[in-house]
């Protein structure tokens, strides 16, 4: 079955159709530049520009870099500030004449590592932090996700963890690999003094260059690892998403390895234990 996923980031609004057996886009994606300033109705244009660029019809999951609790948007930390307060999922509903489900960002990628990339199979707490314009995470245990942690925001030595170890970070402060991994291994400490997870997955665009940085991060307990799906994480998480919010029982998700308890109508089942 195929369900449409876009993933709304600071630069692109990116969608296609996404396969859910395969975890993977059913067609190569269609993408637009985020329009600037990056208000809601700017931002919904985009999303209906790249939905209809493939004449589709029916659910559709996106992404927001935000807080979202039903389908409102609460924070914005890196996008305009009117969207805070905003029923996007309802609005965006409406303008496609479809049901709409909206996911934090790092969420949906989360829920598409842990049941197609590099949480596959997992059931201790395992935690996907995305490295990119902020620092977006999402949490699970058990194979079930606790939504919006924003552990990005966390703060380390009196500064937010993403204005020191986001990618942006690094670029504005012109960072070397080594400079930059430094400050990312602290973090991870500090994560891991908090939740004392099984697993770290990184994602974001820098995870195409994991090489370059994860070697030289040392000192974590815990297995740190670049996230499989890369750049489509978001696009089949937000599709994953729509579809358990369309068909909470759904049987098309494969079933995976791992204690077959019951996973109920939730996120957290998404990820499929
Ligand atoms: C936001 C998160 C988001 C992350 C990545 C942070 O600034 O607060 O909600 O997941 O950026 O986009």
């Not at 996106?62 to 500030?81: E, F, H, I, L, M």
């Not at 925001?153 to 991994?181: F, I, M, N, P, V």
């Not at 820098?206 to 090489?211: G, I, T, Y």
């Not at 390895?257 to 957290?268: C, I, Q, V």
Request: charged residues 20%; contains cysteine; proline residues 7%.
């Amino acid at each position: 079955m195929d369900v449409f996923g876009v993933d709304i980031g600071g630069s692109g609004i990116k969608g296609a159709p996404v396969d859910l057996e395969r975890g993977d886009l059913a067609t190569e994606r269609h993408k637009v530049l985020t329009p600037q300033p990056a208000t809601p109705e700017a931002v919904m244009d985009g999303v209906c520009e790249v939905v209809e660029h493939f004449g589709w019809r029916g659910p559709v999951g996106a992404t927001y870099p935000g807080v979202v609790v039903d389908g409102t948007t609460r924070t914005a930390a890196n996008v305009d500030k009117s969207w805070i307060g905003v029923d996007a999922a309802g609005r965006l509903s409406e303008r496609l004449g479809a049901p709409v489900t909206l996911v934090n960002d790092a969420d949906a990628a989360g829920i598409a590592e842990l049941r197609f990339g590099a949480g596959r199979g997992r059931t201790g707490t395992v935690i996907l932090l995305t490295l990119g314009t902020g620092i977006g995470s999402a949490l699970f245990t058990g194979g079930h996700l606790v939504p919006n942690t924003e552990l990005g925001h966390l703060e380390l030595r009196g500064h937010e963890a993403e204005t020191r170890a986001s990618t942006r970070a690094k670029e504005e402060g012109d960072l070397s690999w080594q400079h930059w991994a430094r400050r990312v291994e602290k973090y991870l400490a500090h994560v891991e003094m908090l939740f004392s997870p099984e697993l770290f997955i990184i994602g974001g665009g820098v995870s195409r260059k994991a090489d370059k940085f994860l070697p030289l991060i040392k000192g974590i307990k815990a297995e740190v690892v670049p996230a499989q799906l890369r750049n489509n994480a978001g696009i089949v998480g937000a599709a994953m998403a729509a579809s358990l919010a369309a068909h909470p029982a759904d049987q098309a998700l494969p079933p995976l390895p791992g204690p077959s308890a019951d996973p109920g109508p939730d996120l957290g089942a998404a990820a499929g234990f």
